[in-house]
């Protein structure tokens, strides 16, 4: 079966620093790209960042470009997405997504794992 | 940045009535290599969105053949031809043709 698992979420305070993690089983993980892609509190989606099968290109929204870092351990079948500077809008309910095809371009999200909760708050 | 709209916002269905959510994007979502991104999504309450049709009209493994795509260029239309009680819930449109990846604001749709 395949199955994405977020861990790491918590409280943190404004300015703080967190790593959340996303460990993948059921697939060969480092065949396909990967992304994250936060929810806020009765909010809609937002896509946050994206990183290729081997980790050579990372991409990122620009609410989050210069404090959110994406990675991989293809051996660890894991990724992380390392959150400095948090702030108060950054508090969201964070997916971790497998790209639906193993493409270099243009996937969609499938599937998704349930979510690590991010609060921002001090 | 690529907007994405949908209307209506919410939707409220009488069972085994079609129901249908248009999605419109603010460029073309044609890439050059004759694929057009556009991705349609449904959240349930309380879980992870999932995908139902990927490439504008395309339905995922597993995914009823109750719903279906279809649109070009910057206008999209999912439809679902007889509306079940477990279809309740958002569903978003999301393009990938260009970064960052965006989502429309979402479709609720509940059962009258």
């Known amino acids: 079966e395949v199955q994405l698992v977020e861990s790491g979420g918590g409280v943190v305070r404004p300015g703080g620093s967190l790593r959340i993690s996303c460990a993948a089983s059921?697939?060969?993980?480092?065949?396909?790209?990967m992304s994250w892609v936060r929810q806020a509190p009765g909010k809609g989606l937002e896509w946050v960042s994206a990183?290729?099968?081997?980790?050579?290109?990372?991409a990122y929204a620009d609410s989050v470009k210069g404090r959110f870092t994406i990675s991989r351990d293809n051996a660890k079948n894991s990724l992380y997405l390392q959150m400095n500077s948090l702030r108060d809008e950054d508090t969201a309910l964070y997916y971790c997504?497998?790209?639906?095809?193993?493409?270099?371009?243009?996937?969609?999200?499938?599937?998704w794992g349930q979510g690590t909760l991010v609060t921002v708050s001090s | 940045e690529i907007v994405m709209t949908q209307t209506p916002l919410s939707l409220s269905v009488t069972p085994g009535q079609p129901a249908s959510i248009s999605c419109k994007s603010s460029?073309?979502?044609?890439?050059?290599?004759?694929?057009?991104?556009l991705y349609w999504y449904l959240q349930k309450p309380g879980q992870p969105p999932q995908l139902l049709i990927y490439?504008?009209?395309n339905r995922f493994s597993g995914v009823a053949d109750r719903f279906s795509g279809s649109g070009s260029g910057t206008d999209f239309t999912l439809r679902i031809s007889r509306v079940e009680a477990e279809d309740v819930g958002v569903y978003y449109c999301?393009?990938?043709?260009?970064?960052?990846?965006?989502f429309g604001p979402g479709t609720k749709v509940d059962i009258k």
């Open positions: 990183i290729n099968r081997n980790g050579g290109y990372t």
């Open positions: 059921g697939f060969t993980f480092g065949a396909y790209a």
């Open positions: 999301m393009q990938s043709m260009r970064l960052p990846k965006t």
């Open positions: 460029q073309s979502l044609l890439h050059s290599d004759g694929k057009t991104y």
């Open positions: 490439e504008v009209s």
């Open positions: 997504a497998r790209a639906h095809i193993s493409t270099d371009y243009g996937e969609g999200f499938d599937p």
